[in-house]
């Protein structure tokens, strides 16, 4: 009933920049937190940024500075702004959305289907 469309990812040199973009429809009530991951082979998927409904964001060390998480309610979508990316930053980006569905009660967790960023050195 709910679907996450991610977008944005791809090849850049160490230095360059990538926007990502997660966008949820179905049948949606609420949505809370909204956040990235990312998940390398052989590694457990780590937090990258998260945003909570009320703008506050939380973001892994390794990515302070460089990277922005930002969204937009009316569109239901969380947007990662990466910069001065890194060879390290390589990885498959998950986005998650915690939602309330429409006759329900419940907060569910979705996962978009991945997007591949590869930086280059």
């Known amino acids: 009933q709910v679907q996450l469309v991610e977008s944005g990812g791809g090849l850049v040199q160490a230095g360059g920049s990538l926007r990502l973009s997660c966008a949820a429809s179905g049948s949606i009530f609420s949505i809370n937190a909204m956040g990235w991951y990312r998940q390398t082979p052989g590694k457990q998927r780590e937090l990258v940024a998260a945003?909570?409904?009320?703008?506050?964001?939380n973001y892994a060390d390794s990515v302070k500075g460089r990277f922005t998480i930002s969204r937009d309610n009316a569109k239901n979508t969380v947007y990662l702004q990466m910069n001065s990316l890194k060879p390290e930053d390589t990885a498959v980006y998950y986005c998650?959305?915690?939602?309330?569905?429409?006759?329900?009660?419940?907060?569910?967790?979705?996962w978009g289907q991945g997007t591949q960023v590869t930086v280059s050195s």
């Open positions: 945003i909570t409904s009320g703008q506050s964001t």
């Open positions: 998650n959305v915690a939602l309330r569905e429409r006759g329900s009660w419940l907060v569910s967790n979705y």
